[in-house]
T-cell receptor, first 116, second 114 residues
Framework: DTGVSQDPRHKITKRGQNVTFRCDPISEHNRLYWYRQTLGQGPEFLTY????????KSRLLSDRFSAERPKGSFSTLEIQRTEQGDSAMYLC??????????????FGPGTRLTVL | AQSVAQPEDQVNVAEGNPLTVKCTYS??????LFWYVQYPNRGLQFLLKYITGDNLVKGSYGFEAEFNKSQTSFHLKKPSALVSDSALYFCAVRDGRGYQKVTFGTGTKLQVIP
C-alpha cells in the first residue's frame, strides 16, 4: 500500500493555458475524489467517481474543468483556459466502498497550481 | 446545505496540557463527522471519525472527539499535548443519507508551546 499519489506536485502555467493533473489512488480503492484547497481554507469538494462513473459534481466544477477515470483506476483532472483564480492546491483522495472503512478518505499530497 | 464551523483560527496550548479544538456542524441527515490533520507541505491525514454508536470516538496519536447531537458539536481533544501535535486541524461533515460530498471547515492551527 503506497498511498495516494499525485503528479505533478507543482505546476506553474500562464493564464489561458490548459493543464492536466493525475491521481493514482490506493490500489483497489474504487472511490476517488477531487478537492480544491486555497490558502487559509479547507478543501472544497469538486467531484467523485465510483469506479469509472462520475457520480457527483460540485457547482465549483465549471465547464472549464473536466475529470475522468476511464478504467476505474487512475484519474485525471483537466483545467482548460486557466485563470489566475484557479491557483490552488488540488487534492485527490480515495476510499474502498466495500470495506468497513468505507467512509474514510485517504488523501494524496496534492498538486499545487500557480497561474501567472 | 451542510456546513462546518471551526470558530478558532488558532489554539495555543502548553506542552503536557490538555487541548481542545472546537467544531460545530450543520447537516440535514445523520452526520458523518471527521477530523483530519495537515502538516506543512503534506496531504491531509485521517485522525478519527464518528458514524454511529458511542459518542466518544478514539483515533490516532491519542486524539479523541466527542459527538454531541444536541449541540451539533464534534470537538477534538487530547489529554496531554505534544510539540509534534502542532499542525492544522480540519473538521469535516458528510450527510449520512448516501451523498459523498464532504464539507470541510476552514481549519484551526494548533500551536503547542514547549
Amino acid at each position: 500500500d503506497t498511498g495516494v499519489s499525485q503528479d505533478p506536485r507543482h505546476k506553474i502555467t500562464k493564464r489561458g493555458q490548459n493543464v492536466t493533473f493525475r491521481c493514482d489512488p490506493i490500489s483497489e480503492h474504487n472511490r476517488l475524489y477531487w478537492y480544491r484547497q486555497t490558502l487559509g481554507q479547507g478543501p472544497e469538494f469538486l467531484t467523485y467517481f465510483q469506479n469509472e462513473a462520475q457520480l457527483e459534481k460540485s457547482r465549483l466544477l465549471s465547464d472549464r474543468f473536466s475529470a475522468e477515470r476511464p478504467k476505474g483506476s487512475f484519474s485525471t483532472l483537466e483545467i482548460q483556459r486557466t485563470e489566475q483564480g484557479d491557483s490552488a492546491m488540488y487534492l485527490c483522495a480515495s476510499s474502498l466502498v466495500s470495506s468497513g472503512d468505507a467512509d474514510t478518505q485517504y488523501f494524496g499530497p496534492g498538486t499545487r497550481l500557480t497561474v501567472l | 446545505a451542510q456546513s462546518v464551523a471551526q470558530p478558532e483560527d488558532q489554539v495555543n496550548v502548553a506542552e503536557g496540557n490538555p487541548l481542545t479544538v472546537k467544531c460545530t456542524y450543520s447537516v440535514s441527515g445523520n452526520p458523518y463527522l471527521f477530523w483530519y490533520v495537515q502538516y506543512p507541505n503534506r496531504g491531509l491525514q485521517f485522525l478519527l471519525k464518528y458514524i454511529t454508536g458511542d459518542n466518544l470516538v478514539k483515533g490516532s496519536y491519542g486524539f479523541e472527539a466527542e459527538f454531541n447531537k444536541s449541540q451539533t458539536s464534534f470537538h477534538l481533544k487530547k489529554p496531554s499535548a505534544l510539540v509534534s501535535d502542532s499542525a492544522l486541524y480540519f473538521c469535516a461533515v458528510r450527510d449520512g443519507r448516501g451523498y459523498q460530498k464532504v464539507t470541510f471547515g476552514t481549519g484551526t492551527k494548533l500551536q503547542v508551546i514547549p
